[in-house]
């Protein structure tokens, strides 16, 4: 059973095409969230969704869109490719527990783009 | 936040202890100690996290020193299964469980 799902694998475009990459959790959990892992590996949060809000928007480029149809979903619309945005893209989900309590992030298999 | 410094490698053999050390010695009195591992090609994992107090679970030990200024992680066997990327996070508790910052880690090689 895959817990934290993401497609496609890998995905290759050209600069200036608009690309989506879906995510889909089975976990039940109601918090999901986007990471970008670049070149150098350096793995940074992107954004992150509650019960479908928006909780967390890492100053990213408003050419990448989320979109949380529902608890177990969220996607990432990227308009406007450009060279810089290639990068392993992952996915993650918890379950949002406040204060000292924690949940930890499950992470899917990632998705990895390259733009041409 | 707060920042963590860690060995940008490390190298142990296949079935001894392993020990990963983490400096954070900028960590404010709320802040948990926090560590996730990315083996190859795969998206991190969880392995563990504390506050003050030692703490162990079924993959590793977490190890926290008193002045909370540093912390070292232990794999008590370690398997070529644990060739991995380490990352050792501090967690802002006022920011719930959703700001995680992953710095470079610790690169660890099993040698068989």
């Known amino acids: 059973d895959t817990a934290v799902s993401q497609t496609p694998k890998y995905l290759v475009t050209q600069m200036g095409n608009d690309k989506s990459i879906k995510c889909e959790q089975n976990l039940g959990h109601d918090t999901m969230y986007w990471y970008k892992q670049d070149s150098k590996k350096f793995l940074k949060i992107m954004f992150s969704y509650n019960n479908k809000e928006l909780i967390i928007n890492e100053t990213v480029p408003n050419r990448f869109s989320p979109k949380s149809p529902d608890k177990a979903h969220l996607n990432l619309h990227i308009n406007s490719l450009e060279l810089g945005d290639s990068a392993v893209y992952f996915c993650?989900?918890?379950?949002?527990?406040?204060?000292?309590?924690?949940?930890?992030?499950?992470f899917g298999p990632g998705t990895r783009l390259t733009v041409l | 936040d707060a920042k963590t410094t860690q060995p940008n490698s490390m190298e142990s053999n296949e079935e001894e202890p392993v020990h990963l050390p983490c400096n954070h010695s900028?960590?404010?009195?709320?802040?948990?100690i926090h560590w996730y591992r990315q083996l190859p090609s795969q998206g991190p994992e969880y392995v563990i996290h504390g506050l003050t107090s030692n703490v162990n679970n079924r993959m590793a030990s977490l190890a926290i020193a008193e002045d909370r200024k540093s912390s070292t992680l232990i794999l008590h066997r370690a398997t070529l299964r644990d060739a991995a990327v380490y990352y050792c996070?501090?967690?802002?508790?006022?920011?719930?469980?959703?700001?995680?910052?992953f710095g470079t880690g610790t690169r660890l090689t099993i040698i068989p």
């Open positions: 993650a989900s918890s379950q949002a527990v406040g204060g000292s309590s924690y949940n930890e992030q499950f």
């Open positions: 996070i501090l967690r802002d508790p006022n920011f719930g469980n959703e700001k995680l910052t």
């Open positions: 900028t960590i404010s009195g709320t802040d948990y």
